[in-house]
């Protein structure tokens, strides 16, 4: 047999670890995507310059470089080709291809949780402003205006009352890949929402996460996530429920060997709900985060997984080693990027710095994840003293922009 070939959709710098992992097991990669300065293309051995989101035209490639799997890890607008190559030239698979068209279209989504009895917001979509603005008798304000299909926060806009609808309807509509939004019952949280990585194998939910989810409240955008930290503020019944429904929705919709990302929330009336389930390992390094966290490798399980061979490395539930956050570096002004300042008060071990640009780089202000600068990873002793480090980042970190 020669070297197995791995597709991965997308070019963010977010695929190192996944080409890293498929290096180190013996696989050529082909990163494909429309953008041939993407960064992950520097890493792979060849790049194929096609649109990520034409599914035909991803299968017509993938058939001619005759590939052994595919996936778009941390690449939402990829999963939906992805799924159809997999399905089309029968490689392994996260599962059909309708299951993985309901998880990635947040509509479809919704309704599939309210007809299986899970906890579910109101939410209705719309193919047009004017159909929308026409349809709002039924909101309960406040509402999440999003498109339903768009990652990275991009496009989502909290709405109070019906006057503020319609510029947040055509900045989610500018968003949209398909020219689709939808409305949502905003559902407010009882401490922080979590927006993490698990993985079934098989079908069996082997390994779950919960996070705490960070905002930050003076951002461009206060919806994209600006730190997660591990444990999550999630009781542990709390947890073992989710953990419970998350098992649940992998077996109504027949998922495989799969890395979800997976965003939940606890209602201040204690109603746990599952917002979103993705069948892709999530931005922000979430994956590498809960390596660090716990030693459980699940990219390379799922990088040998998806192009048939078994994984070597047992996935199973392991405790956090620790007390662990990552923080999304962001400019809170557009500009020329200067340096960072770290306090040595922070009581912390600076696990790793990672800064994606130079000196005399140009900056935007943090309206998605696309705007992040790099990441910091760190480790705490005490959950005390990370809570505090995490809510009063301004004391001991600067991002200098002039």
Request: with cysteine.
């Amino acid at each position: 047999m020669g070297q197995k070939k791995l597709m991965l959709l997308g070019g963010l710098r977010y695929l190192k670890p996944v080409i890293d992992a498929a290096h180190n097991q013996g696989y050529y990669v082909i990163t494909a995507d429309y953008i041939p300065n993407n960064i992950a293309h520097k890493w792979s051995d060849e790049y194929c310059n096609v649109s990520i989101i034409d599914k035909e035209a991803v299968l017509r490639e993938a058939q001619r470089l005759k590939i052994d799997g595919i996936m778009s890890f941390a690449c939402d607008p990829g999963v939906i080709a992805a799924s159809y190559v997999q399905n089309k030239m029968h490689l392994p698979s996260f599962g059909s291809f309708e299951s993985v068209e309901i998880l990635q279209n947040k509509d479809k989504f919704r309704e599939f949780l309210a007809k299986n009895g899970f906890n579910v917001p109101q939410a209705k979509g719309f193919d047009s402003v004017e159909d929308a603005m026409q349809d709002v008798n039924w909101c309960p304000w406040p509402v999440i205006v999003k498109p339903t299909d768009a990652a990275g926060s991009k496009g989502v806009s909290r709405v109070d009352t019906k006057e503020d609808l319609r510029p947040a309807l055509e900045y989610a509509m500018e968003h949209s890949i398909s020219g689709h939004i939808i409305i949502e019952e905003f559902i407010e949280k009882q401490g922080c929402s979590s927006d993490t990585d698990s993985m079934s194998v098989d079908g069996k939910l082997v390994f779950t996460s919960f996070c705490a989810q960070r905002f930050d409240a003076q951002a461009t955008n206060p919806y994209t996530p600006a730190a997660y930290s591990w444990p999550s503020t999630f009781t542990k019944e709390q947890e073992e429920y989710l953990t419970s429904e998350i098992q649940r929705l992998i077996t109504l919709l027949n998922l495989k060997t799969v890395v979800y990302n997976i965003e939940t929330r606890v209602a201040p009336n204690g109603k746990p709900y599952i917002m979103e389930l993705t069948p892709r390992g999530g931005g922000n390094r979430l994956c590498e985060m809960l390596r660090y966290a716990t030693g459980v490798d699940m990219i390379t399980a799922i990088t040998r997984a998806i192009v048939g061979d078994p994984i070597l490395e047992t996935i199973e539930q392991k405790p956090y080693n620790g007390h662990w956050a990552e923080i999304i570096l962001h400019a809170d002004q557009s500009g020329l990027f200067d340096h960072i300042e770290i306090s040595k008060d922070l009581p912390a071990e600076i696990v790793e710095e990672d800064l994606w640009v130079k000196k005399g780089d140009r900056v935007e202000t943090f309206e998605g994840a696309n705007n992040a600068i790099g990441t910091l990873v760190l480790k705490f002793q005490t959950a005390e003293e990370l809570e505090k480090a995490i809510t009063n980042q301004h004391i001991w970190l600067k991002v200098v922009v002039k």
